[in-house]
């Protein structure tokens, strides 16, 4: 098992252009996500390496889109596994431009982005944090290996 690496310094802002993905989707929340009985996230990210992954180039980015949120972390929200790359028969979403906190980790899979999403919970409950999130798109890119980024949207 790989140690797992998340950068705990306060994270980047940065500005996001829009980007249409295309994936699978599925509807949950964080309390189903909590039961490996009600989960979805998991067999979605299943299904998209077992049925898409292969017919992405190298160098090709993955991304998690979390989107058309409810209310907030606590409501009802889509999750996109895809790409950039059109395939047919795939749900399309676009990444909302705007301001964005990127924060990053390293480590073996899942785990490290376990790790990395509890970093943003963390930050985000703080008394410290200066940012309020949006609730509007939020995403995860994979560039290959062991490497993870996740973006935040935030009202500036």
């Known amino acids: 098992m790989s140690e797992i690496q998340v950068d705990s310094t306060s ?3 940065v500005k996001q252009a829009a980007i ?3 994936g699978l989707t599925t509807r949950t929340n964080n309390l189903a996500e909590q039961d490996i009985k009600t989960q979805k996230i998991g067999p979605l990210w299943q299904q998209f390496f077992a049925e898409r ?3 992405l180039t190298d160098g090709e980015f993955m991304y998690g889109v979390y989107y058309d949120y409810q209310s907030d972390m606590d409501g009802e929200f889509s999750v996109l596994a895809g790409s950039q790359a059109p395939q047919a028969g795939l749900s399309d979403v676009n990444l909302i431009a705007g301001d ?3 924060f990053s980790g390293r480590g073996e899979m899942p785990q490290s982005v376990i790790a990395l999403w509890a970093e943003v919970w963390r930050y985000f409950t703080s008394p410290e944090c200066q940012y309020q999130r949006c609730y509007l798109t939020d995403y995860e890119v994979y560039s290959g290996g062991d490497s993870i980024e996740i973006y935040i949207g935030i009202k500036l």
Do not use: F, G, I, S
Request: proline share 8%.
């Open 20 to 22: 249409e993905l295309v």
């Open 11 to 13: 994270p980047t802002l």
């Open 100 to 102: 964005y906190l990127k």
């Open 53 to 55: 992954a292969h017919k």
